[in-house]
């Protein structure tokens, strides 16, 4: 019986663990100009803020890429990027971005 709890304990903690340090991807573009929320300063100082928490994290910018850019991975989407003026990102940083997103998942949903 004890060792149920063991491995019970083990479990919890191994819960814990994870919870108390995630893992971010996080993802912006620096031409992106929701200023205070997803713009390049914003996010080096979330970086800063995130590290310093204990969180482990991967911020990735983009040269030459808008707000909301992974939209540029469908038609729809650069239509909307269009429609809001954001403008269209290249696409080859769109699909680095979206690589980068499943390998990061490949690596910590498994």
């Not at 108390?20 to 080096?44: E, R």
């Not at 911020?59 to 403008?87: A, V």
């Not at 940083?93 to 949903?109: D, I, N, P």
Request: charged residues 15%.
């Amino acid at each position: 019986m004890s060792q149920v709890y063991l491995t019970l304990d083990y479990l919890l903690y191994s819960i814990y663990e994870s919870l108390s340090s995630p893992q971010v991807s996080y993802h912006t573009g620096m031409l992106d100009k929701i200023y205070g929320f997803s713009d390049p300063l914003t996010a080096q100082r979330i970086t800063t803020r995130m590290v310093d928490a204990g969180c482990q994290i991967e911020t990735h910018l983009y040269e030459n890429t808008p707000h909301s850019f992974l939209n540029g991975l469908t038609e729809e989407g650069i239509q909307f990027l269009e429609k809001w003026d954001y403008g269209v990102p290249p696409q080859d940083q769109v699909w680095l971005c979206f690589e980068r997103v499943v390998s990061f998942f490949k690596l910590h949903l498994q």
